[in-house]
């Protein structure tokens, strides 16, 4: 059964302290792995698109990188504004509308 | 650029009311269309997709249906609502990756 599975759920950083997150899938085929922020009420916004392992990709404090079975959501030295729930996608390669989500981590950043 | 639009934004509805959610979608035409449910604290389940006008696709068997009237208009009904439907309702389009609309909270009393 495809699935996705994210950890942690929950994370509070101080402001500066980097970590990362994870994001384990198994899928029959993978043709794409994404990552999404959620702030409260809004709906998710796009950060990545990681297409094969080894790949990696960077958007200001944060870098996603993935491997044959899970992905990392790399944060460094985080800001308040970065607290939000980080959500993970997985696209089959067996049929292109088919997005499998994880639950999400979410994240705190205190000042 | 594409824009998701979605109405309404919040509707608390009692049980057993019929629901009417709204997506369109600027500045794409025929793009394939999602629906998902999102409860608290949980991911997202996608309960239906359409690649054209009046094919959809159900992904979970459930008490909802979906319809797509025009290119860019993407409806989700149910006749009958129950409690657990109650959650947040995203609409999305694909191109290359999915992008999603701002999202209506439904509550079911």
């Known amino acids: 059964e495809d699935q996705v599975t994210q950890s942690p759920e929950a994370l509070r950083l101080q402001e500066g302290e980097s970590s990362s997150l994870n994001c384990s899938y198994t899928?029959?085929?993978?043709?794409?792995l994404f990552w999404y922020r959620q702030d409260p009420g809004k709906g998710p916004e796009f950060l990545f698109t990681l297409y094969s392992a080894g790949e990696e990709k960077e958007k200001e404090r944060l870098k996603a990188t993935l491997t044959k079975k899970e992905s990392f959501l790399h944060i460094t030295a985080p800001k308040p504004e970065d607290s939000a729930t980080y959500l993970c996608a997985v696209q089959a390669s067996d049929n292109f509308n088919k997005f499998y989500f994880g639950s999400g981590t979410k994240l705190n950043v205190k000042p | 650029s594409q824009t998701i639009h979605q109405w309404p934004a919040t509707l608390v509805q009692p049980v057993g009311s019929p629901l009417s959610l709204e997506c369109t979608v600027e500045g794409t035409s025929n793009p394939n269309l999602y629906w998902y449910r999102q409860a608290a604290g949980r991911g997202l389940q996608l309960l239906f997709y359409s690649i054209g006008i009046g094919q959809i696709s159900s992904e979970v068997p459930q008490n909802l249906s979906a319809s797509r009237p025009q290119d860019r208009q993407f409806i989700l009904s149910s006749k009958k609502l129950l409690l657990s439907d109650s959650g947040f309702y995203l609409c999305a389009v694909r191109w290359e990756t999915q992008y999603f609309g701002p999202g209506t909270r439904l509550l079911v009393l």
């Open positions: 899928v029959s085929g993978l043709r794409g």
